[in-house]
């Protein structure tokens, strides 16, 4: 089986542009969660969404959001780029929500210049 | 105080020793806990996730819990070079996931 995808790879943006991130969970689970990760740190908790809802949030800017599909897939929406959101962003994928184990996808490195 | 407390290390130990890696919480209504694994540039791997007081087992892991004290452990037992990679311990709440900064392993060969 196919687990957590995340796309692009690698994506460098301009400060004040915005990016789209995608995520597609392992096929079955219904809950994605996304998460900031800075060098030297563990990962952030930015968002989990379930069944399309937002479930959860983490301590972030109005500059973030996100929404999950009908299919599960999600996307990542960060508006006005600065640079200290250069991170990975990771996704990572929960058969259902709340305290479930989460398996993550292999990132998308953002680098804002 | 940080939700979740990991020391950074670094910590070496010997091949086939045994390692302890320990992570402290700060909220006491936390329900689950989970140990990944993250080599690095890449993500991080699950290694092992409890939910009650006591020991898990897993292979060569195994994880324990002690709600009263808010401790969490994770034994590495016969410790393998290929173990060498940082270890994060993350906790959920009840509505957000928090992660220790991780510490970092090391097996000498």
């Known amino acids: 089986d196919a687990g957590v995808t995340q796309s692009p790879t690698h994506l460098i943006k301009t400060r004040g542009q915005h990016v789209t991130l995608r995520c597609s969970p392992i096929?079955?689970?219904?809950?994605v969660s996304w998460y900031q990760q800075v060098l030297g740190q563990g990962p952030q908790f930015i968002f989990q969404?379930?069944?399309?809802?937002?479930?959860g949030r983490g301590n972030f800017p109005d500059r973030f959001s996100a929404r999950q599909f009908p299919n599960y897939s999600s996307e990542l929406n960060v508006n006005a780029l600065l640079l200290g959101d250069s991170a990975l962003y990771l996704c990572?994928?929960?058969?259902?929500?709340?305290?479930?184990?989460?398996?993550f996808g292999p990132g998308t490195r953002l680098t804002v210049t | 105080q940080k939700e979740v407390e990991q020391n950074s290390g670094p910590l070496s130990v010997p091949e086939g020793a045994i390692a302890s890696l320990n992570c402290t919480y700060s909220?006491?209504?936390?329900?689950?806990f989970f140990w990944y694994r993250q080599y690095s540039g890449k993500s991080p791997e699950l290694i092992m996730f409890?939910?009650?007081?006591g020991d898990k087992e897993d292979g060569r892991f195994t994880a324990q819990l002690n709600k009263a004290s808010q401790y969490v452990s994770l034994l590495i037992r016969d410790s393998q070079p290929s173990d060498s990679a940082t270890y994060l311990c993350?906790?959920?709440?009840?509505?957000?996931?928090?992660f220790g900064t991780g510490t970092s392993l090391t097996v000498i060969p």
């Open positions: 990572a994928s929960t058969p259902f929500w709340g305290r479930d184990e989460q398996y």
């Open positions: 096929s079955g689970h219904k809950s």
């Open positions: 969404y379930y069944e399309k809802e937002e479930r």
């Open positions: 909220d006491r209504g936390s329900q689950s």
């Open positions: 409890i939910y009650s007081n």
């Open positions: 993350a906790v959920y709440t009840g509505n957000q996931f928090y």
